[in-house]
T-cell receptor
């Protein structure tokens, strides 16, 4: 398994506040992804990165931004959290050329 | 518009019997399919995959079958064990190394 950590693991915040989630990997994987998981929807892609400073939108990117200034770190920011962003967020990585993605343990976010 | 569908939210199987999890897709351009397993409070972990040029791939107790004409794949677990109780996700490879995911099927193995 790729060494993928996510921080924080749990967070409670209030509507309208900014929130940043961090994904850190030690495998030097080129591709990194942020997903959200909600009941009945499986995993939905928010944003992904195909290299340092190279990012693109996924299926559900509205209200989210990302940054990747180093290979090992991929940050997901909720500029102004809303209750609809209450979810479990997963980071994943892949070395590229392989479809197998390796996942972090997840961050459970509750927006009140 | 769900391109990958897992129509059974849950499945209960007796220990030692076969578990069959199903997945349907709509996009004929998908060329690679994967199954992931997820335990509570953990991230999904890769289980088994299959390329669209094959119709079967086997790894120990796990076998995935692909029927391209029906746009259907299935995961067989034989024999089922208590540790197999988890949520199973089917995923298909689209473009740009993106995966399209099904909603998952919760498998419960009864002792």
């Amino acid at each position: 398994d790729a060494g993928i950590t996510q921080s924080p693991r749990h967070k409670v915040t209030e509507t309208g506040t900014p929130v940043t989630l961090r994904c850190h990997q030690t495998e030097n994987h080129r591709y990194m992804y942020w997903y959200r998981q909600d009941p009945g929807h499986g995993l939905r892609l928010i944003h992904y990165s195909y290299g340092v400073k190279d990012t693109d939108k996924g299926e559900v990117s509205d209200g989210y931004s990302v940054s990747r200034s180093k290979t090992e770190d991929f940050l997901l920011t909720l500029e102004s959290a809303t209750s609809s962003q209450t979810s479990v967020y997963f980071c994943a990585t892949t070395s590229g050329g392989l479809e197998t993605q390796y996942f972090g343990p997840g961050t459970r976010l509750l927006v009140l | 518009d769900q391109q990958v569908k897992q129509n059974s939210p849950s499945l209960s199987v007796q220990e030692g019997r076969i578990s069959i999890l199903n997945c349907d897709y709509t996009n004929s351009m998908f060329d690679y399919f994967l199954w992931y397993k997820k335990y509570p409070a953990e991230g999904p972990t890769f289980l088994i995959s299959i390329s669209s040029i094959k119709d079967k791939n086997e790894d120990g107790r796990f076998t995935v079958f692909l029927n391209k004409s029906a746009k259907h794949l299935s995961l067989h677990i034989v024999p089922s064990q208590p540790g197999d109780s988890a949520v199973y996700f089917c995923a298909a490879s689209g473009s740009n190394y993106q995966l399209i995911w099904g909603a998952g099927t919760k498998l419960i193995i009864k002792p």
